[in-house]
């Protein structure tokens, strides 16, 4: 069982910058792919990045790529979210997911493991 909790989430202006972060407990994070998702209010959870078991290969969502990146860091078992240039629609609540194949997916129904979730507010 591998247990996910974000944080760094908050109200920030637009164009401004934001870092979440999302700690695993369990004994497997390195070998598993890391995701991120988010939910708008009214919304489906919708994929934002994903990274690979050693962070060698990336994937981005059309709308963040460019502003956005994900890194990780195995030896403190957490993965990152760098949010730059924000604007007011990436304004969500964002979700840290594990991937037990590490296969970049970008379907919710490829993670097995999801954080509680952070909010994100960007203010116009």
């Known amino acids: 069982q591998e247990q996910l909790v974000e944080s760094g989430g908050g109200l920030v202006q637009a164009g401004g910058s934001l870092r979440v972060s999302c700690a695993a407990s369990?004994?497997?994070?390195?070998?598993?792919?890391m995701g991120w998702f988010r939910q708008a209010p009214g919304k489906e959870r919708e994929f934002v990045a994903a990274i690979s078991w050693n962070g060698g290969l990336t994937k981005y969502s059309d709308s963040v790529k460019g502003r956005f990146t994900i890194s990780r860091n195995n030896a403190k078992d957490t993965v990152y979210l760098q949010m730059d240039s924000l604007k007011p629609e990436d304004t969500a609540v964002y979700y840290c997911a594990a991937d037990l194949l590490g296969n970049l997916g970008t379907s919710r129904a490829q993670y097995v493991y999801w954080g509680q979730g952070t909010q994100v507010t960007v203010s116009s």
């Open positions: 369990g004994r497997s994070f390195r070998s598993y792919g």
